[in-house]
């Protein structure tokens, strides 16, 4: 099997099954997002419905995290970042062929909806603000970083192996970008 398409399988399985999951009042979870404004390194998100609102609303993922800042915690060149929707996340993708590292936006769950899913999932701080690793089997880490109690910025890395911990590098990505957020 091509092992590109299993990088993007283990990145799209981290974001869903540790990521997703409906708000904590039984409500029905409605898609996230408001259009982001545009800029000369990343597309427009698209939109995609209603969301509660509140402090990441419209928000644009390639804001919170440089090309330049990305490719320096990699080691390695990346793709020009492409806002895509993924669930309920607004992501943007510094390596959309690979899937190695995305930075995303849920203006629709906290914390509290965070799903292990078979993780190793770790409460931690960043920075001011709470937040929770997930370690995936399959060299993948998610350092999930609480805004509200219905919004967070997920930070996902693929490390391509279960051989290599990407989750010291997740960590460095969710240090740059957790002093840009509310």
Same mark, same amino acid.
């Given at each position: ?13 981290? &974001? ?10 039984? @409500? ?10 545009? $800029? ?10 209603? $969301? ?41 993708? &510094?390596?959309? =062929?690979?899937? =190695? ?14 799903? $292990? ?12 603000? @709470? ?12 350092? &999930? ?5 219905? $919004? ?31």
């Amino acid at each position: 099997m091509n092992p590109r398409i299993i990088l993007i399988g283990a990145a799209v399985a981290l &974001f869903a099954a540790t990521a997703c999951g409906g708000p904590a009042d039984g @409500q029905s979870d409605p898609t996230a997002g408001a259009s982001a404004p545009e $800029s000369a390194q990343q597309t427009t998100a698209p939109q995609v419905g209603p $969301s509660r609102g509140g402090p990441l609303d419209g928000l644009d993922p390639c804001t919170l995290l440089t090309k330049a800042e990305a490719e320096a915690i990699t080691g390695a060149q990346t793709a020009e970042p492409v806002v895509e929707q993924l669930g309920s996340a607004r992501v943007c993708n &510094f390596s959309p =062929r690979t899937a =190695r590292l995305g930075v995303g936006v849920r203006t629709t769950a906290g914390l509290a909806q965070v799903q $292990s899913n078979g993780n190793v999932v770790q409460e931690i701080m960043v920075g001011r603000h @709470q937040a929770k690793q997930a370690i995936g089997a399959t060299g993948s880490c998610g350092v &999930f970083i609480g805004v509200t109690e219905s $919004s967070r910025v997920d930070v996902v890395l693929n490390s391509g192996t279960p051989d290599e911990d990407p989750c010291p590098a997740a960590m460095k990505v969710a240090e740059l970008v957790e002093p840009r957020l509310p």
